[in-house]
């Protein structure tokens, strides 16, 4: 199916197969999908060499991370209280939340523990910490980053204007922070926003009602 088919596999926000991965499936097909034998490709064909995957800093979400996290990295984290756990069975991307030490967080913490993670994490949680727009700078190039929380903080316009054509993230939470006005200009260039949580973020009525006709 075409990629842009809406059952077409992988899905397009996923990894896809190169055509030297694709013919080696169809020839695999035609030789009657054997799981335990070898299979000839057809008279002529040269056996296809995949092209090596780039690493995850570069294919950002559309890729897990290729290895894991160092235990010792995870254990200083958690040695701060900070959570920090798979984001499912079976995966190194990271849910990484700041709840229990919030009200001591402040950039420098953020910098300091997140750096060593920043290719892992898809779901962080800086919800009522002391972080400000200086976080952003780190959080914006986190390749894998699907959701985040920010919920609580010092937060303006200007950092979310760091996030602004962000491939993948998808859940984006930031009621209670200083926005204004303008911050629907940066929300509007989330091309795989999907869920936004602006309760008190300081937009207006109007601005609210653009972003639902913008967003849908």
Sequence with gaps: LPIDDDDHMPPDHKAQPNEAEIELIRAWLLAGAPFDAEFELAE???????????????????AQAPRAVPEAVLDSMRERLVHVQPVREGSNLLWVDFAAPA???DDAMVRELLTPVVDWIAD????RTQ?????????????????????????TTAGLQQL????????????????????????????????????????????????????P
């Excluded at 064909?45 to 995949?50: D, F, N, S, Y």
């Excluded at 962080?124 to 919800?127: K, N, P, Y």
């Excluded at 727009?133 to 919920?151: G, Y």
């Design 164 to 215: 602004v054509d962000h491939p993948h993230l998808r859940e984006l939470v930031v009621s209670r922070t200083k926005l204004d006005d303008a911050a629907t200009s940066a929300l509007q260039r989330l091309p795989a926003l999907e869920h936004l949580w602006i309760w008190d973020a300081g937009l207006s009525a109007e601005a609210i009602e653009g972003l639902r006709a913008a967003l």
């Design 124 to 127: 962080l949680s800086l919800a």
């Design 44 to 62: 002529g064909a040269e056996l296809p060499v995949p092209e090596a995957e780039p690493p995850a800093s570069e294919t950002g979400a559309q």
């Design 131 to 155: 972080v400000t727009d200086t976080s952003l700078e780190l959080i914006a190039v986190m390749p894998q980053l699907e959701r985040l929380d920010l919920r609580g903080t010092a937060v």
């Design 103 to 105: 009200s001591q967080v």
